[in-house]
């Protein structure tokens, strides 16, 4: 059973706060990994895709993976409200499109 | 351009009903899925289309009949529901299937059965 997990929350940080999010995964044959945010009642929306071991950044966002130890992590610099959201972790198992996604991790940033 | 368009945004169904979902992407995607999310869950997989062939069907009911006339358009046809089935229902697209393809997701159809 391919499995990824997060953990749900709800994590609360103030307004400019790192956020720190987190992520395993079971299969260590997975190759890529991505990063979804959902707004109540939206369709997911990616955020950052990752598929090489370190560091990925693209604005406030920064992806870490880490393959040795099955762990991926979202990181949001200087939160905002409107980062208020569920962030969905998500993992290509092997080819064919099969897209696993974890529970997700409800995010609530404070004023 | 990474827009998916889902029609409709909302319907309301009796078990008896059939109806259908459409999903449209002119990204010259040639990967479209169908998943199903209910309320606080991650989305499930139900179906993916590689090249207008379905090559994934997750053990999904038969009252769910999905169909890809063209490489642009996917739909999911509906019959005999039951009030479980009622969830949000996202298309996607991807360039192809291959394991570094982002899918790119559709605002959705939020079903009611009734």
């Known amino acids: 059973q391919k499995e990824v997990e997060q953990n749900s929350g709800p994590l609360s940080v103030p307004e400019g706060a790192i956020a720190s999010l987190n992520c395993t995964y079971s299969?260590?044959?997975?190759?890529?990994f991505f990063w979804y945010r959902q707004y109540s009642g939206k369709s997911p929306e990616l955020i950052m895709s990752?598929?090489?071991?370190g560091d990925k950044e693209d604005g406030r966002f920064t992806a870490q993976l880490n393959k040795a130890s099955q762990y991926v992590s979202l990181l949001i610099r200087d939160s905002q409200p409107s980062d208020s959201a569920t962030y969905l972790c998500?993992?290509?198992?092997?080819?064919?499109?099969?897209?696993?996604f974890g529970q997700g991790t409800e995010l609530s940033v404070k004023p | 351009d990474t827009e998916v368009t889902q029609t409709p945004k909302h319907l309301v169904m009796g078990m008896t009903n059939k109806k259908s979902l459409k999903c449209e992407q002119h990204?010259?995607?040639?990967?479209m899925y169908w998943y199903k999310q209910k309320a606080k869950k991650p989305p499930e997989l139900m179906f993916v289309y590689s090249y207008e062939k379905l090559s994934i069907n997750e053990s999904v009911p038969s009252r769910f009949s999905p169909e890809c006339p063209n490489s642009s358009l996917l739909n999911l046809h509906l019959h005999a529901l039951q009030p479980e089935d009622s969830a949000l229902y996202l298309c996607?697209?991807?360039?192809?299937?291959?394991?570094?393809?982002?899918?790119?997701f559709g605002p959705g159809t939020r079903l009611l059965v009734l």
């Open positions: 990752i598929y090489s071991n």
């Open positions: 990204m010259g995607h040639r990967a």
């Open positions: 996607a697209s991807s360039p192809g299937t291959s394991e570094q393809e982002t899918q790119y």
């Open positions: 299969d260590r044959g997975s190759q890529s």
């Open positions: 998500a993992v290509i198992y092997n080819q064919g499109g099969k897209l696993i």
